[in-house]
């Protein structure tokens, strides 16, 4: 009996296991998944270059700045400080009219357009005064620190409380 169990089972076919379930084609929520994340993806990209736009005059500024504090001369710095801090005003309040701003409409402008205060006491005084001095020179790094601090913190919200000042006549 062995021989004829063991001749039938050497007749008998292989058993054939079942195909592993396929990857292809995807089902509906792999479709999904993929539409969702390439979607998510190109956001990323579009919203990561407007910010790097958005933001651009301000590295630029920054940099300008940092140029001129390492290369120019202490008779000219601050006078290169200024003109890079009205430069990127003119530029992030392109509809305003920030180049006829001069005195103490400037500084009141500057002023309003962080939480706090950046030129007022000894620089409020220099900056006034600096514009009718022949040759001047600045003593101390607090003119750097408030145009870097300006440049960095400034709103691109115009205040309405400028608005209505330079409007009505107060200023």
Known sequence: MSGSL??????????????????????????????????????VIIFYRQYKKKWAYR???????????????????????????????????????????????????????????LFNGELETFILTSQYKKIFTLQNENLYTAVESWIKKHSKIYPAKYNQSIEGGKI
């Open 59 to 117: 590295r630029e500024a920054l940099a300008l700045l940092n140029k001129y504090r390492k290369s120019s001369s202490t008779s000219d710095i601050a006078i290169k400080y200024l003109e890079c801090l009205k430069r990127v005003a003119i530029t992030a309040y392109p509809n305003k009219n920030i180049d006829s701003l001069h005195g103490e409409a400037w500084l009141i402008f500057l002023n309003q357009q962080t939480p706090k205060p």
């Open 6 to 43: 063991q001749s039938k089972l050497l007749s008998s076919e292989d058993i054939i296991t079942p195909q592993g379930v396929s990857l292809w084609p995807l089902a509906f929520g792999w479709w999904a998944l993929i539409l969702v994340s390439i979607l998510a993806i190109v956001a």
